[in-house]
């Protein structure tokens, strides 16, 4: 049992994650029904520009004198710069063929995803960045369970962002005016809804929850690397497919359903499996219910 609780923990842990990449696809897609390929590039600029914040605040000193400011300073900025670069490629890459075939987009797409990859390579070099060891070090025991400061870290701020984005998307106006231009663009810009500036805001949200996802697994993890977008982004696209694409709901709830099965299957099963089960249960769901768990969105929640 006390086996079985530290791998609900770590599933938890890693299903959060998925769950902050994820909802990028999923809101993309519910506002132009666009599958966003370069999201997953996002989330390694995030984790390469985290490394980088923290490693100067090392330098400086600030982190071992304010650690906790230095965190908050660290994800606000990567989040931001994610957001303006995930608009700048929504302008460039997207939105001169928004009125073209779906296979032209999707093209766009992959080439975005390997350019943005091929260019982290080349400014950033192709061996892993060590994330400052100082952070989160140690934890605490309940009972012979142990839980280390930096997993509850992680979970505390995947809760608190998964918390916000719901009440940005279903408390606010900004959130009436993405669920408007999901569900009609027409008649939302006759009310006077820019479907442009709502398209935007969309990819830059997405784009700054995976660079906040981005931060995490370096912190998690202890390094970043060039193309450690790749197999996240897939797993979180599967994620939202799991769930229901379109549906914010739904891409929370995949992306727990696929990070506690890939734990759970590495710790009961075999660990060098860890990357099939998940997209075992997606077959096995989407066969039985092709639009996922929530159902795909198309209807007033959508966003």
Do not use: W
């Not at 300073?73 to 700048?88: D, E, K, V, W």
């Not at 400052?132 to 009972?143: K, W």
């Not at 106006?173 to 006759?190: E, H, N, Y």
């Amino acid at each position: 049992m006390d086996y079985f609780i530290q791998q609900l923990i770590n599933g938890l842990t890693l299903g959060g994650l998925y769950a902050l990449i994820a909802l990028g696809y999923t809101m993309v897609y519910g506002v132009i029904q666009l599958i966003n390929f370069a999201h997953g590039e996002f989330f390694a600029a995030g984790g390469y520009v985290g490394v980088i914040l923290l490693s100067y605040f090392t330098g400086r000193g600030f982190l071992e004198t304010h650690p906790i400011l230095c965190l908050i300073a660290a994800f606000a900025l990567t989040m931001g710069y994610c957001a303006f670069l995930a608009i700048g490629v929504e302008k460039v890459a997207y939105k001169p063929l928004r009125r073209q075939p779906r296979l032209a987009v999707l093209l766009s797409a992959l080439g975005m995803s390997i350019f943005l990859s091929n260019a982290l390579m080349l400014t950033q070099g192709v061996y892993d960045k060590a994330y400052p060891s100082e952070l989160f070090q140690g934890g605490f025991t309940l009972g012979t369970i142990t839980i280390s400061y930096l997993r509850v870290m992680i979970l505390s701020m995947t809760v608190v962002l998964l918390i916000g984005l719901n009440l940005l998307v279903f408390r606010t106006k900004i959130g009436i005016a993405m669920r408007a231009t999901a569900q009609d663009k027409v008649m939302s810009s006759l009310v006077s809804i820019s479907s442009n500036r709502i398209i935007s805001l969309t990819f830059a949200i997405g784009a700054g929850l995976a660079a906040a996802a981005g931060i995490m697994v370096g912190l998690y993890y202890g390094s970043v690397r060039y193309d450690m977008g790749f197999l996240p982004g897939i797993k979180a696209f599967a994620a939202a497919v799991l769930g229901g694409i379109g549906n914010i709901t739904g891409a929370m709830l995949g992306g727990l359903v696929i990070g506690m099965v890939e734990i759970f299957g590495a710790g009961y099963i075999s660990g060098q499996y860890k990357d099939v089960f998940a997209f075992i249960i997606l077959i096995a769901v989407l066969y039985y219910k092709p639009t996922g768990i929530m159902g795909e969105n198309i209807d007033d929640t959508r966003v």
